[in-house]
């Protein structure tokens, strides 16, 4: 098993830029597909991004693409989830994941371990 530790999160203006960590624990990340996820209060889990074992470049949705930065330092075992020019409709809890098999790598459900979760708040 691993485990996910996030931190990072914070109130921030907006057009601010924050990083968020994800720290593993009890296995390494290069075995995992790692993802981010948000969800901002009375809203469904939002897929944010991911990125593949290897060098396999990170995979983001329209929404969030060009403005987050997905990266791994696996001798940190540390996944980063970068974000810049922070908009109101960021703030949200975010979340990391690890998938061991990479099917659907954009569905919530298919990832087998999650962290606790770090809240963002953007101030307008």
């Known amino acids: 098993q691993v485990q996910l530790e996030e931190s990072g999160g914070g109130l921030v203006q907006a057009g601010g830029s924050l990083r968020l960590s994800c720290v593993a624990s009890?296995?390494?990340?290069?075995?995992?597909?790692m993802a981010w996820f948000r969800q901002a209060p009375g809203k469904v889990r939002e897929f944010v991004g991911y990125?593949?074992?290897?060098?396999?470049?990170?995979y983001y949705p329209d929404s969030v693409k060009g403005r987050f930065t997905i990266s791994r330092d696996n001798a940190q075992n540390t996944v980063y989830l970068q974000i810049d020019n922070l908009k109101f409709e960021d703030t949200a809890a975010y979340f990391c994941?690890?998938?061991?098999?990479?099917?659907?790598?954009?569905?919530?459900?298919?990832?087998?371990?999650w962290g606790q979760g770090t809240q963002v708040t953007v101030s307008s």
């Open positions: 994941a690890a998938d061991a098999e990479g099917y659907l790598p954009t569905i919530a459900a298919q990832y087998d371990y």
């Open positions: 009890g296995r390494t990340i290069s075995e995992y597909v």
């Open positions: 990125i593949g074992r290897g060098d396999r470049s990170p």
